[in-house]
């Protein structure tokens, strides 16, 4: 018999996809079929006083992984909220959010905190990078809250310092780089514990078209070449010259686009 849950999921995506995540409590050959990440009709509310703000409504995504899924809209329109929401920083008030086919409201706080730490990378519009360190400290802080020994925490950093191209900054202030230097280091503290999943909240905001360019070709090369998962939410159409997939939020819904190239 279907649990609530699994019913849920037949609205979401076609029904052979859904299929598979049906059958795949069953059959251990179909569980590749089971997205990263599966939001579920979710729906969210902030209260201004007396007013009703609704954010989000009854919003349904799927995140594969080896995809770049862009989320476009104008500001005000849900972006952050959703973002949050996949990432296990906020929870919807109705609907469900399925993290590799687990409900992630049933974990415990602790459970969460971990997936967060261990699963998803942030890259923010404004970096959120800490000035006086350098970039080589700035990369090394997930590693460092992961407990991870000094010699191996040492070769993770410069490692994805490297992938970003910035291995001969590291001993940059990240007060001293650019700010698409400085995106990079957020990209590479991003990558660090070697997450499934990279959530970037407008990355391209605070840089100019030639340098945002720069930073999707990197995040795109991410997701070919490492197989992540990235999901970037943005208002800049540009951006979604990178994407696998595109879909637009307006006012708290979204919709599906196919992605404009290919
Ligand atoms: P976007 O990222 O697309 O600009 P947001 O997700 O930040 O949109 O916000 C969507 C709507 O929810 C906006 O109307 C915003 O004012 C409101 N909102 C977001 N966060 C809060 C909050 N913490 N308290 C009250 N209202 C909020
Ligand atoms: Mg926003």
Known sequence: MLTDCYKRLL???GVKRNRAVL?????????????????VEASKSFFLGEQEVKALKEVSISLESGQLVIIKG?????KTTLLNIIGGLDH??????????????????????????KEVGFVFQSF?????????????????????????????????????GLGRRAAHRSNELSGGEQQRVGIARALANDPSLILADEPTGKLNQETAR???ELLHRIVREHHKS??????????????DVIYEMNDGEIRRETADHD
């Open 230 to 243: 990235v999901c970037v939410v943005t208002h800049d159409p540009m951006v979604c010259e990178y994407a």
């Open 92 to 117: 919807p008030d109705q609907g469900a959010v399925y993290y590799k086919g687990k409900n992630m409201k049933q974990l415990s706080d602790s459970a969460l905190t971990e997936l967060r730490r």
């Open 74 to 78: 104008p500001s005000g329109s849900g």
């Open 128 to 164: 959120a990078l800490i000035d006086f360190l350098t970039a080589f400290e700035n990369v090394e802080i997930p590693l460092r809250m992961m407990k991870m020994k000094s010699k191996e925490r040492k070769e993770r950093a410069l490692q994805c310092l490297e992938l970003v």
């Open 23 to 39: 059958m795949d409590q069953t059959n251990p050959a179909l569980r590749r079929e089971t997205p990263l990440v599966q939001v």
């Open 11 to 13: 609205y979401v995506g």
């Open 214 to 216: 720069h930073i999707m």
